[in-house]
C-alpha cells in the first residue's frame, strides 16, 4: 500500500504500453457511443425514416412515431442492462481481456443484423439490442480494467476514458452520417451502421499486446504473471514483487472478512453500503439530469423547435464532447472529485432551466435568436456535463467499489445508469410530446437533487492509492473529511518473510 506516487517523474517514466492500455483498453466504449450518436441522427435522416417510419397524411412527412422512438432507443437500454449482468461473471471468472474479445464478437453479430435489415424494423432494433449488449459488457470491464492498470498519477485520466470514447464514437458517428447525408438510396444509413465495424476490429488488432490486469492476476494466485503485467504497465525498475505482495496481503485481508461474496454483500455490508451508494447513486444522477435526453435526442429536439442543419449540430456537439472530456482528463487528477460535482450539478441546472424558459411556448412563438439561444444553452449545458459528471462518475466507479466485490459494484453501477437511462429514453418522447421543451425543467430539478447528493455523499479521493481509499472507508471517515485524512498507509515498501520467499522464487 502506497502513498500517491509524487510529480510528474512516475508519468514521464512510465512506458508507452500503458498509454496503449489508456487508448485501446477503452476503445469499445467508442462503438456503443457511435450505436448511440447515429441513432440520434438518423431518426431525423429522411433515407432512414422512408425505410421504417411512417407517412404524416397531414404535414406529407416521413417520421418514426413515438413508440418507434422509444423501441429503438429503449430497447438498446434493455441490451445494456443484459450486458452488464452478463459482463459482471466473465469479468469476474475470465478476466479483463477475455471480456473485451467477447464483448467485441457480440457487437460485430449485432452490426451484421442491423446492417443487413431491409423493410423489417423489428430485425433493426434486434441488432441494435445485441450491439448494445456489447456495449453493457464494455460498461462493467473497462472501468475496472483501467482502474487496475492505472498507476496513481494518472487514474483519474483513466478513468474517466470510457466517457471520453463515448464521445470519440459518438463524433465518428455524427461526422459520418452527416457526411452520408446526400446519398439517395437507404445506403445514406446502412454505410453508417457498417462502418462502426472498424471498433471492434481496432479491439481484435490491440488486445494481443494489452497486460491482463495485475489485480485479478493477484486474486487468482497468478503471482509471476502479475509482476510481469506489473513491469510492463510500470516499466522495469519498478518494484513489482512488492506490489504484489502488499496486493496479495490486501486481498487476503479482504477474503477473511469476507469468505464468498455474493450480490447481497454489496448491501448488507455497512462499509460496502456505503461504497454502493456512492457508485450507484452517481450514475443514477449522471442519467437523471438529462443526458439520455441530449445525446438521444440531439436532432430531433432542434427540429421540433424549427432549428435547422440538425445533422451538422450534432457534429458540433460531439466535437465539444471530445474537448470537453480530453480538458476532464487532463484536469480530474488536479481539480478532484466533489468540488468539481457539485459546482457543475448548479450549472447544469441553470442551463437547463433556460432551455426550459426559451422553449417553454413551443416552436411558433420562439424567434430565430430564441432557436439560437436554446440551441448554444443546449451546447453549454453538453460541454459542461462532458467536462463533469460525464467522465467523473466513471472515475468514482473505478475507485470507490471495494475489491472483494469490485466486479458485482461495477456492475450495480452500471445498472443503475443504464435503467435510469431507460427510463428517460422511453418516457422522454411521450412527456416531449405533450409538454414540449418545458421537459427541461424536469431534468434541471434533477440536477439541483443531485448536487445535493454530491454533497452529502461523494467523498475527495485524488491522488489517493486504491488501498487508502479501502482504509478510509473501513475506518468510516466523514464525506468530507477525505481530503485532509492522514492515512496509516506512507508508501514504506512492503519487506517480509512472504515477500523475501516469493523474490527469491521469483
Not at 433493426?124 to 448494445?132: E, N, P, T
Amino acid at each position: 500500500m502506497t502513498q500517491p506516487e509524487s510529480s510528474g517523474d512516475s508519468i514521464r517514466h512510465l512506458p508507452w504500453l500503458i498509454w496503449a492500455v489508456v487508448i485501446f483498453g477503452s476503445i469499445s466504449s467508442a462503438g456503443f457511443g457511435f450505436d448511440q450518436a447515429w441513432w440520434a441522427s438518423l431518426m431525423s435522416s429522411p433515407q432512414f425514416v422512408q425505410n421504417f417510419g411512417v407517412l404524416d397524411p397531414a404535414t406529407h412527412t416521413w417520421a418514426l412515431t413515438s413508440q418507434q422512438q422509444s423501441l429503438g432507443t429503449g430497447l438498446g437500454y434493455v441490451g445494456v442492462i443484459l450486458g452488464i449482468f452478463c459482463g459482471s461473471p466473465i469479468n469476474e471468472r475470465l478476466g479483463r481481456k477475455n471480456t473485451l474479445w467477447i464483448q467485441s464478437a457480440i457487437v460485430t453479430v449485432g452490426i451484421v443484423i442491423e446492417s443487413t435489415s431491409k423493410t423489417s424494423y423489428a430485425q433493426f432494433i434486434i441488432g441494435k439490442l445485441i450491439v448494445y449488449l456489447g456495449g453493457g459488457i464494455a460498461t462493467s470491464v473497462i472501468p475496472a480494467y483501467q482502474g487496475e492498470c492505472a498507476p496513481v498519477s494518472l487514474r483519474g485520466l483513466m478513468s474517466g476514458t470510457y466517457n471520453a470514447f463515448l464521445m470519440v464514437g459518438g463524433l465518428a458517428a455524427a461526422l459520418t452520417v452527416y457526411l452520408c447525408r446526400h446519398i439517395p438510396s437507404d445506403w445514406a444509413w446502412r454505410v453508417v451502421v457498417v462502418a462502426q465495424i472498424a471498433i471492434p476490429a481496432a479491439g481484435w488488432v490491440s488486445l494481443p499486446f494489452l497486460p491482463e490486469s495485475p489485480h485479478w492476476l493477484v486474486s487468482r494466485g497468478r503471482l509471476d504473471e502479475a509482476v510481469v503485467a506489473l513491469r510492463r504497465l510500470r516499466g522495469l525498475s519498478f518494484p513489482a514483487e512488492a506490489e504484489v505482495v502488499a496486493l496479495q496481503q490486501h486481498l487476503q485481508r479482504q477474503r477473511e472478512r469476507l469468505a464468498s461474496a455474493t450480490w447481497t454483500d454489496c448491501f448488507t455490508d455497512p462499509v460496502n453500503r456505503r461504497r454502493t451508494l456512492i457508485c450507484v447513486g452517481a450514475q443514477i444522477f449522471q442519467q437523471a439530469q438529462g443526458i439520455s435526453f441530449v445525446a438521444n435526442y440531439q436532432a430531433v429536439f432542434p427540429q421540433q423547435i424549427g432549428f435547422k442543419e440538425v445533422l451538422l449540430m450534432s457534429v458540433v456537439v460531439y466535437v465539444i464532447g471530445v474537448v470537453a472530456n480530453l480538458i476532464s482528463m487532463a484536469t480530474t487528477d488536479i481539480l478532484g472529485r466533489r468540488s468539481v460535482l457539485t459546482c457543475s450539478a448548479l450549472m447544469l441546472a441553470a442551463s437547463m432551466l433556460v432551455i426550459g424558459g426559451l422553449t417553454a411556448n413551443g416552436a411558433a412563438s420562439m424567434s430565430y435568436k430564441m432557436q439560437v439561444a436554446a440551441v448554444v444553452m443546449l451546447m453549454l449545458w453538453f460541454f459542461s456535463f462532458q467536462v463533469t459528471w460525464g467522465p467523473l462518475t466513471w472515475v468514482l466507479t473505478a475507485e470507490v467499489p471495494p475489491s472483494q466485490v469490485r466486479e458485482k459494484t461495477v456492475a450495480l453501477s452500471g445498472l443503475g445508469a443504464y435503467i435510469t437511462g431507460l427510463i428517460m429514453v422511453f418516457v422522454n418522447p411521450y412527456t416531449q410530446a405533450k409538454i414540449g421543451g418545458r421537459v427541461a425543467f424536469i431534468y434541471g430539478a434533477l440536477s439541483i437533487a443531485s448536487f445535493a447528493f454530491a454533497w452529502l455523499f461523494i467523498p475527495e479521493m485524488k491522488q489517493r492509492t486504491l488501498e487508502q481509499i479501502e482504509e478510509m472507508f473501513q475506518d468510516g471517515i466523514a464525506t468530507r473529511s477525505f481530503k485532509s485524512h492522514v492515512c496509516r498507509s506512507r508508501g514504506e515498501p512492503v519487506v517480509d518473510e512472504e515477500l523475501e520467499e516469493f523474490v527469491e522464487n521469483a
